[in-house]
């Protein structure tokens, strides 16, 4: 290594360093002004997206002069916050409009380098329509807001990319990113691997329900199903291939059981954060909420695998191959006692998540000093420590940015009255009834998350979708659960599924037959979110346990049914009745 890369490697250390300082600083030194943190949030996060993350000399040298300017703009607004408040979100003068512009190029083009220009482009139209809507005839124009109105409430306001959503990605997200990195940089991630070989691997269909039981493992930090395929399917898609599975099947196992990960507590990725925000309610009532959904969909995929068994020879796990005690209980402890002093401090002591979460990530950070075999090793550390340091340096800023690029969705729909107006849409689309407006719901979700992550195609399906829903009598955080469960769809479904396409190019396997059987493995994702609308007590675990237990067997019996069906059976009649059958039993809250 040339001392030019060792010292840009060392920059961005620096960098990484007091970007992850300043964000759990925030957690553990008081409070400090919104339009302080949140533009500082943004300064850090340019820098990552611009120029680390560049794939050409050419993306790189722009991507300096856009990080550039961002910074300075962002810095620009932490310092005269004090006298910003006091201009109410109004422009005084052509300055404040070119770092408003500046701002919103930024936040645009930094999202568009992250995930590509479907969110981006959304936001584009967004921004046109919030300055030319007033020329749209009919009831979709709106009678216009004066620029320096508009960019002010956008951009040096507690509203737009300042707004609510970018707290959240400031004080929740990043924090539980970092408790992943932590996690994921030392031995945890061999531990999952270890507690799952160890529990299924001997049984039928062993090493896909290893699979199933590591990826929903890693998945619940993780956040992200592309980045679960990737990682633990490293392990489990050669351990399928080498037992004669099926390469369709070993891939649809993966790619199912990683985006599972999303849905599965205590953690969920970064959409139960927003859900938080937008919901009103604690962190830990989603998460009671979301456990026995996330326990059912895991729980069909089980149920898909040993019918699979039936018609193929799904081995389990030599034994040689499967993990003694010592090590299932040494690589465990790397990830049960972070998660231990995560859910003391939430369940426990009552901290708020984010703060247990720093205390987890401490715990964490210290077992990075040590490996399986209790050594400190120096180089394996200062490895492990860049490890964390970059990877959740590198993460913030990918969520983040598309954080920012949404607030800039809901901040139009909020200043133009436009959500107002598609929440009217749709409700005089269904005709006033709840399930076919669930459906145009579903469409939309399954349309966007095409496109988009699942966290943003949530946060903007539930800004225009979710007030028509709690218009027709769904509890807030019902409806909100059936957005983010459809706004994951895309990650199996065709024409775009990232899981399915991942999983199918590192096995060597069309996607078109992965997906397919992807389809039928994950059928629960189709069918839970209708069921928590069939089966409202399925969500009310804490208040009311016996009535959500009953819920749970219900849909637990269904799914087996549903499954089965699709799986086991062979004659083309019965393996349409059968799951038919399944869906009466499922639903059959809306009777009983």
């Known amino acids: 290594m040339n001392d030019t890369s060792k010292f840009l490697r060392l920059f961005w250390l620096v960098l990484a360093t007091a970007m992850v300082t300043f964000h759990l600083g925030l957690i553990f030194w008081g409070l400090v002004p919104?339009?302080?943190?949140?533009?500082?949030?943004?300064?850090?996060?340019?820098?990552?997206?611009?120029?680390?993350?560049?794939?050409?000399?050419?993306?790189?040298?722009?991507?300096?002069?856009?990080?550039?300017?961002?910074?300075?703009?962002?810095?620009?607004?932490?310092?005269?916050?004090?006298?910003?408040?006091?201009?109410?979100?109004?422009?005084?003068?052509?300055?404040?409009?070119?770092?408003?512009?500046?701002?919103?190029?930024?936040?645009?083009?930094?999202?568009?380098?992250?995930i590509g220009w479907p969110l981006p482009l959304v936001?584009?139209?967004?921004?046109?329509?919030?300055?030319?809507?007033?020329?749209?005839?009919?009831?979709?124009?709106?009678?216009?807001?004066?620029?320096?109105?508009?960019?002010?409430?956008?951009?040096?306001?507690?509203?737009?990319?300042?707004?609510?959503?970018?707290?959240?990605?400031?004080?929740?997200?990043?924090?539980?990113?970092?408790?992943?990195?932590?996690l994921n940089a030392g031995e945890a991630g061999q531990g999952f691997m270890n507690v799952a070989a160890a529990a299924a691997g001997h049984l039928k269909g062993g090493a896909a329900k290893v699979s199933v039981i590591s990826s929903a493992l890693f998945g619940s930090i993780s956040g992200s199903a592309s980045a679960n395929v990737a990682s633990t399917g490293a392990i489990t898609l050669p351990a399928m291939t080498r037992l004669g599975y099926p390469k369709r099947l070993a891939a649809a196992v993966e790619a199912v059981a990683s985006s599972g990960g999303q849905i599965m507590p205590p953690l969920m990725g970064a959409g139960a954060f927003v859900m938080v925000e937008l919901t009103g309610v604690p962190y830990t009532g989603i998460m009671a909420a979301a456990i026995l959904p996330a326990v059912l969909y895991f729980f069909a995929v089980w149920v898909g695998i040993d019918a699979y068994a039936?018609?193929?020879?799904?081995?389990?796990?030599?034994?040689?191959?499967?993990?003694?005690?010592?090590?299932?209980?040494?690589?465990?402890?790397?990830?049960?006692?972070?998660?231990?002093?995560?859910?003391?401090?939430?369940?426990?002591?009552?901290?708020?998540?984010?703060?247990?979460?720093?205390?987890?990530?401490?715990?964490?950070?210290?077992?990075?000093?040590?490996?399986?075999?209790?050594?400190?090793?120096?180089?394996?550390?200062?490895?492990?420590?860049?490890?964390?340091?970059?990877?959740?340096?590198?993460?913030?800023?990918?969520?983040?940015?598309?954080?920012?690029?949404?607030?800039?969705?809901?901040?139009?729909?909020?200043v133009t009255g436009l959500g107002v107006k598609i929440t009217s849409l749709i409700l005089s689309a269904s005709g006033g009834m709840l399930w076919p407006s669930l459906v145009l719901t579903a469409v939309a979700c399954l349309v966007l998350g095409m496109e988009v992550p699942t966290t943003a195609a949530y946060v903007i399906c539930v800004s225009v979708a979710g007030p028509a829903l709690i218009d027709q009598g769904l509890d807030p955080l019902q409806a909100h659960l059936f957005v983010f469960w459809f706004a994951l769809l895309s990650t199996i479904t065709p024409p775009v599924c990232g899981a399915v396409f991942i999983a199918a190019g590192m096995i060597g396997e069309n996607w078109i037959k992965v997906a397919l059987t992807a389809m039928?493995?994950?059928?629960?994702?189709?069918?839970?979110?209708?069921?928590?609308?069939?089966?409202?007590?399925?969500?009310?675990?804490?208040?009311?346990?016996?009535?959500?237990?009953?819920?749970?067997?219900?849909?637990?019996?269904?799914?087996?049914?549903?499954?089965?069906?699709?799986?086991?059976?062979?004659?083309?009649?019965?393996?349409?009745?059968?799951?038919v059958l399944g869906l009466g039993v499922a639903f059959s809250g809306l009777v009983f």
């Open 34 to 114: 919104n339009l302080v943190s949140r533009p500082l949030h943004l300064a850090f996060v340019l820098p990552w997206v611009f120029v680390f993350d560049a794939k050409s000399p050419a993306q790189r040298a722009s991507g300096v002069v856009l990080a550039g300017l961002g910074v300075a703009a962002s810095l620009w607004i932490a310092v005269d916050h004090n006298a910003l408040g006091d201009q109410y979100g109004f422009l005084e003068n052509g300055f404040q409009i070119a770092v408003a512009i500046i701002l919103l190029v930024c936040v645009v083009e930094a999202a568009r380098r992250a």
């Open 123 to 182: 936001a584009i139209v967004a921004l046109a329509y919030a300055m030319l809507g007033q020329y749209i005839p009919g009831e979709f124009g709106h009678s216009g807001t004066p620029l320096k109105s508009f960019l002010g409430t956008m951009t040096i306001a507690e509203g737009g990319i300042w707004g609510s959503l970018t707290a959240v990605s400031v004080g929740v997200v990043s924090i539980f990113v970092i408790f992943g990195a932590v």
């Open 310 to 414: 039936r018609r193929v020879e799904l081995r389990g796990i030599d034994h040689a191959d499967r993990p003694n005690r010592r090590d299932v209980l040494i690589t465990s402890g790397f990830f049960a006692i972070p998660f231990g002093i995560l859910l003391w401090g939430m369940f426990g002591a009552g901290f708020t998540p984010q703060y247990a979460a720093c205390l987890a990530i401490l715990a964490g950070a210290v077992l990075l000093f040590f490996n399986r075999r209790g050594r400190l090793d120096r180089a394996q550390i200062a490895e492990r420590l860049s490890l964390a340091l970059l990877t959740a340096a590198r993460q913030i800023a990918m969520i983040a940015s598309i954080i920012f690029c949404a607030s800039i969705i809901i901040g139009v729909l909020a």
């Open 520 to 579: 039928a493995l994950g059928v629960g994702l189709y069918v839970i979110p209708l069921g928590m609308i069939a089966n409202p007590d399925l969500l009310r675990l804490t208040e009311a346990t016996g009535p959500a237990l009953l819920a749970f067997l219900r849909m637990a019996l269904g799914l087996w049914i549903i499954s089965h069906g699709l799986i086991a059976l062979r004659s083309p009649v019965p393996r349409v009745l059968v799951p």
